[in-house]
Structure formats: structure tokens, C-alpha cells
């Protein structure tokens, strides 16, 4: 099966700084990548994904790299603001399986 | 509906009672996951549902634990003889037709906590 690995485990950067998290996979017939934010009481939502014909995408300050030859791919936040503050999780998906990362708490200190 | 809801939200359980938790998926999706997270963890999976059928099951941690879904809709997930490590928040996703390509969505998860 699929494993999928994150790190770092926690971040703490300053309001204003970029912040990249990264995951690796294993199994290269995983072949979509979504990455999910998750606050506090609350369960994960969807904040942007990547599929494998893709090297990377952007939306707004959140990208996603996507490197198929090393089976890694990374989140980067730009212009960290405190409402980023939370847990994000990666995962890769294998024969309609999601295997989750096993998450980044990341903290933007104002 | 709008979203994944999961019911109860919150629910205290005596050890050795049973348990039902509710999953009503996005309303058309036909692939339904079961998670467990336990306090800090990461995503730990249950159990997928395509339709009304589990093609993968391998995520269920004891005989204790059973789900099922009828009418390609509404999932139950039950656990049995409930024990102290049961304690977690179960969340439930659900997307179109799973696998690649498919956007999965959470619901905000059962706190299940046995005393």
C-alpha cells in the first residue's frame, strides 16, 4: 500500500513569512494530491490539490509543487496571517484510497 | 444537502455499550470513507464505501467495529462493546465517484468518548 510521510510535525513562523510543508510518497500510481487545513473542533477542508500531470499550482498565497520523479510534493503559504494557524494534512490517493500525512501544526505568531 | 453532516456531534458512551454514528454524504456522491483521529493523530482509515458496497475494509481495528450504507446514501458506522481506546472523533468524507480526480469532502466528525 500507499505511505505518505509530512514534516515537518510543527512550524512556527512570523505573520508575513512563507511557510512550506512537505510530503513524500511511495507508491507512484497515486496520482492525485490534496492538501487539507483543519482548525480546531472542526473537520478537514479541502484547501487545494494537485494531480499528477501537473507540476505545480497556485491559488491566491497557497501553491502546491508536485515532483512525480521523487515522489514529493509541498505546500507553500505565502504572507503567513494568523488565521493560518492549523493543522494541515497531505494526502495521496491510490486506488480510491486517500492515505493521509500525519499532519503539520503550523502557528503564525502575530 | 450543502455539506457531509455527521450526527450525534458529540457523544459519551459507557465502556462495553454500543454506539451508532451517522454519515449523510453530499447528496449525488457515491463514494463514502470512514476516518478516526484520535486526539492529536493523524487520519486513521476505517473503511470506503463505493455505492452501498465496502470494496475495502482493511481499516476496521476489530471485529467490534462494522459499517454499512443503504441507499447509496446515509453510512452507519457501529462499534460494539465500546472500549476506552474507541475514544476519538470519527469524521466521515464523501466525494462523486472516488479515487483520482475527485475532491473529497469531511464532515465535522462524531466525538465519540467512552468512560
Known amino acids: 500500500g500507499e505511505n505518505v510521510e509530512q514534516h515537518p510535525s510543527t512550524l512556527s513562523v512570523q505573520e508575513g513569512d512563507s511557510a512550506v510543508i512537505k510530503c513524500t510518497y511511495s507508491?507512484?500510481?497515486?496520482?492525485?494530491f490534496p492538501w487539507y487545513k483543519q482548525e480546531l473542533g472542526k473537520g478537514p477542508q479541502l484547501i487545494i490539490d494537485?494531480?499528477?500531470?501537473?507540476g505545480e499550482k497556485k491559488d491566491q498565497r497557497i501553491a502546491v509543487t508536485l515532483n512525480k520523479t521523487a515522489k514529493h510534493f509541498s505546500l507553500h503559504i505565502t504572507e503567513t496571517q494568523p488565521e493560518d494557524s492549523a493543522v494541515y494534512f497531505c494526502a495521496a490517493i491510490n486506488f480510491n484510497k486517500f492515505y493521509f500525512g500525519s499532519g503539520t501544526k503550523l502557528n503564525v505568531k502575530p | 444537502g450543502a455539506g457531509v453532516s455527521q450526527s450525534p456531534s458529540n457523544k459519551v458512551t459507557e465502556k462495553g455499550k454500543d454506539v451508532e454514528l451517522r454519515c449523510d454524504p453530499i447528496?449525488?456522491?457515491?463514494?463514502l470513507y470512514w476516518y478516526r483521529q484520535s486526539l492529536g493523530q493523524g487520519l486513521e482509515f476505517l473503511i470506503y464505501f463505493q455505492g452501498n458496497s465496502a470494496p475495502d475494509k482493511s481499516g476496521l481495528p476489530s471485529d467490534r467495529f462494522s459499517a454499512e450504507r443503504t441507499g447509496g446514501s446515509v453510512s452507519t458506522l457501529t462499534i460494539q462493546r465500546t472500549q476506552q481506546e474507541d475514544s476519538a472523533v470519527y469524521l466521515c468524507?464523501?466525494?462523486?465517484?472516488?479515487?483520482?480526480?475527485?475532491?473529497?469532502?469531511f464532515g465535522q466528525g462524531t466525538r465519540l468518548t467512552v468512560v
Open positions: 507508491d507512484s500510481a497515486s496520482n492525485y
Open positions: 447528496s449525488g456522491h457515491t463514494a
Open positions: 494537485i494531480r499528477s500531470n501537473v
Open positions: 468524507a464523501s466525494s462523486t465517484n472516488g479515487g483520482a480526480n475527485t475532491e473529497a469532502f
